[in-house]
């Protein structure tokens, strides 16, 4: 791997996982990684001691003059935003909206997620019904205002509102006309006892139709700022305290963002909701480079880490979605379409009132953790794979942390007596349920959606993914399996390959005539010279920056949208589109456009991929020699080679069945399945005869 960027700059990309914090700098031609346990009471610890450990650890190997004069750009994917939603242990909330909808977020939508539970709990709206105030207004629909806002009424609203830690200002139909939210926040800013409180107004968060989802994201994003700013505001100042010491200036801190590109620290903290969900965007994001490298143009990223599994599928593409929910929060922001389920290397075994063995959503997560971990006494995965001996002691993290094989024979033991299986029976049982529950994943986003898993690639990555890769591809037919170098720590890797993204959207609701097409280039051209104002801001020059056009439409009557690209065409692209989906398309129909869409991409300088087939041809396939053999259970007891991943050299075939240890994952090649190293360095495994 090489990079073009000057030896006189570091970028290093950190992930805050459930379980693990991993790290991969890049520095002059050179990738160095490291990888410590989480610190969940404080996210923010582990992330600043494995900074000062990864600079330290490259100035002990003879860099330490690069280092001192380098500048340093560290980009973070954080987990506060998503953590504060599913823990609702955020800010207290007021919402100020047009009265008499002061409940719309407890009425929500008539949707049922479980259409056959009678006795189903709608998720708590996130202000209380005491913190909610209609203020006297109405703007309609075509933007024109029906009952001007009355500034005596705001002032006396204003100085009855109660002790609070951030506010939420949602106004009908302020997507055309954000007149009255502009008041509202500036008499706020003026006349509020406390003006550090942060005001969130839905125009600025979400200028998009559908008012209850634009309140709920509007409403989450002040839930979780107060948080948020804390926790940057401490990592930023650390930062600089902690490395200035060795650097040639003050360190850079960018956060990546859930739609797979990296945001300030300023514009992180105005609008942390688009922070939820980055981790697994940023692995999405150093898959898809990766798979691309090496020539795959159709994958399905397999992301299993300590707590859940994130899946998404690229065809030929990144897919984006506005469609999401966070512990049953819609969020309704642009983010990388990813599907997670709990089921992950943490993930708790157990048996259910019916006496079935169950595996997770529960997660040991690093504290206590596994119960191999030392700490814990409940039967996860990763004990399961220790006890059937996929996982060795010797090599967990590269032998850097000591497991306790033991305490894993113990509680497989307790859970077999449970299940009334032998232990073997049951450590594969729950390897068994687990992979079921991820390959559920995978079909709800490749055959449930008109994809055919066969025509993919599964590239995986994650501490565990190595662990049960080939085994979910076996179970979907899925041909080839790719783990790539360092696969513990791609969503670290993809946070160096994150560029700088913007998105902007504007709900129009144009039904199609002759002029359309003029219509929404004029409108585009206003979105687009904002999005060129504020990447100027940031630096980029107009050669550094592309803009994607696009547009939600649907049939005249629809409820809900497709995205699709934005040229002469546009329609077409929809009927064809809508084809691939449901099945069917009318051309006949006349077509509504609904919201515009501008994604603003600023590039910046990252890691490249270097192929070293120049060096061995690739085309040579050498018979790699194992340096040890060992019993491992496959169904039955098998002898198993195992591999230093870094023994491995360009060109070689591993037989099955075998186990490939690195500092940050392991890789199980069962029977019947065969691994060749790649170009690239990646470990291509398949089941193919002409493999």
Sequence with gaps: MTNQQTSDWISIGVDTGGTFTDFVLSIGNRIYTH???????????????????????????????????????????????????????????????????????????????????????????????????????????????????????????????????????????????????RMVAEALVKRAVNRSIPISTSHQILPEYREFERFSTTVANAYVQPKVQKYLHFLHTN????????????????????????????????????????????????????????????????????????????????????????????????????????????????????????????????????????????????????????????????????????????????????????????????????????????????????YDPREFALISFGGAGGLHACELAQSLSIPTVIIPPHGGLLSAMGMLLADVVKDYSQTVLWQANEHLYVQLTNQFRRLRQKAETELGNEGFEPELTQYQLTLDLRYSGQSYELNVPFDEQFETYFHQAHAKRFGHSRTDYPVEVVNLRLRAIGYVEKPKFASTSEKIGATSDISAQPFEQKEVVFGEPRLTNLYHRQDLSVGVVIASPSIIFELSATTVVPPDFKAKVDQFDNLILSQSESF
């Design 35 to 181: 990888k410590l346990l989480s610190t969940p009471s404080n996210p923010a610890e582990a992330v600043l001691q494995g900074l000062e450990e990864v600079v330290s650890q490259i100035e002990t190997m003879g860099s330490a003059s690069l280092v001192a004069k380098a500048h340093l750009t560290v980009t973070h994917g954080s987990t506060v935003a998503t953590n504060t939603l599913l823990e609702r242990n955020g800010a207290e909330v007021a919402l100020l909206t047009t009265k008499n909808f002061e409940d719309l977020l407890q009425i929500g939508r008539q949707n049922r997620a479980e259409l056959y539970n009678f006795n189903l709990v709608q998720p708590v709206p996130l202000v209380d019904e005491s913190k909610r105030y209609g203020i006297k207004e109405r703007i309609c629909h075509t933007g024109e205002v029906q009952v001007p806002l009355d500034p005596t009424e705001l002032d006396q609203l204003i100085n009855q509102l109660p002790s609070i830690e951030a506010i939420a200002v949602c106004f009908l139909f302020s997507y055309i006309n954000p007149k009255h939210e």
């Design 239 to 450: 930062l600089a305290t902690r490395l200035n010491r060795s650097l040639a200036s003050k360190p850079r801190l960018r956060i990546m963002q859930s739609n797979g590109g990296s945001i300030s620290v300023e514009t992180a903290s105005r609008v942390p909701i688009r922070t939820a969900l980055s981790g697994p965007a940023g692995g999405v994001i150093g898959a898809y480079e990766i798979g691309k490298t090496a020539k795959y143009e159709q994958l399905i990223t397999f992301d299993m880490g300590g707590t859940s599994t994130d899946v998404s599928l690229c065809d030929r593409e990144i897919s984006l979605t506005t469609e999401s929910q966070i512990g049953g929060i819609p969020i309704q922001i642009p983010m990388i379409d990813i599907h997670t389920v709990g089921a992950g290397g943490g993930s708790v075994a157990q048996v259910d009132l019916g006496g079935a063995l169950r595996v997770g959503p529960e997660s040991a997560g690093a504290d206590p953790g596994p119960a191999c971990y030392g700490v814990g006494d409940l039967p996860t995965v990763t004990d399961a794979n220790l006890f059937l001996g996929r996982i060795d002691p010797r090599y967990f993290l590269g032998g850097k942390m000591s497991l306790q094989p033991e305490r894993s024979t113990k509680v497989i033991h307790q859970l077999s007596t449970e299940v009334g299986k032998s232990p073997l029976e049951t450590a594969e049982g729950i390897l068994r349920v687990a992979n079921a529950t991820m390959a559920r994943a995978i079909r709800v986003v490749s055959i449930e959606r008109g």
